[in-house]
Structure formats: structure tokens, C-alpha cells
């Protein structure tokens, strides 16, 4: 094998190593999602398996996300069953599981 095709060689294992090493395990499930943002203002967080995520409006927010919100934040958000939530400042609100919705009647 020649010296270029060698180099090209390790170049690919090498990536194909920090593939494998970065990416979910197969078979990983992402939590199921409880409601969307939809909006904000101000100082906003999601926290989600420790690591703080941007916030955007129409993000998903999942079972086991913290959400906070700064002295100037305000934030909505949808559940999927429809409720609608307003957090104004100096909030945290902790979604741990959420499957409770169903018909009234």
C-alpha cells in the first residue's frame, strides 16, 4: 500500500474511532417529549441530563428537564395534553414524568 493511501487509511479509522466514541448508543431513546415552548423573554434555561440547552420557541422540552427562568425571564409552555404553563422570574420548574392526561366525564 502506498504512503498516501496509508495516511488515508488511518485518517479514516481515526474519524470512524471518534464516530463510535461520540455518538448515542444503539437502541438509546431520547425521553418523551411533555410540551413545547412557546415563547420567552429574558433569561432562560433548560437543563437537560446536566447540561444547560438553548432555548428557543417551539423546542421540545422532555421528562427529566429543569427549566429556568432568570430574574427577567418569562417563559410558556404547552403540555402535551394542551395545558398551557406561564413561569415568570425566579422560576424552576422540574418535568419528571409526565403521562397524565385523559378525558373528563
Known amino acids: 500500500m502506498s504512503r498516501p493511501r496509508r495516511a488515508a487509511a488511518r485518517c479514516g479509522l481515526a474519524l470512524a474511532c471518534v464516530v463510535v466514541l461520540v455518538a448515542p448508543p444503539l437502541g438509546a431513546q431520547q425521553p418523551p417529549v411533555a410540551g413545547v415552548v412557546k415563547n420567552l423573554t429574558g ?42 404553563l406561564s413561569l415568570g422570574g425566579h422560576t424552576e420548574l422540574r418535568i419528571d414524568t409526565f403521562g397524565g392526561y385523559g378525558t373528563v366525564g
Not at 432562560?44 to 420557541?57: E, I, K, N
Open 43 to 84: 433569561t432562560v434555561a433548560v437543563v437537560r441530563a446536566g447540561q444547560p440547552v438553548p432555548v428557543t420557541p417551539g423546542q421540545p422540552i422532555a421528562e427529566g428537564d429543569t427549566v429556568r427562568t432568570g430574574a427577567d425571564g418569562r417563559l410558556g409552555l404547552t403540555l402535551k395534553d394542551g395545558t398551557r
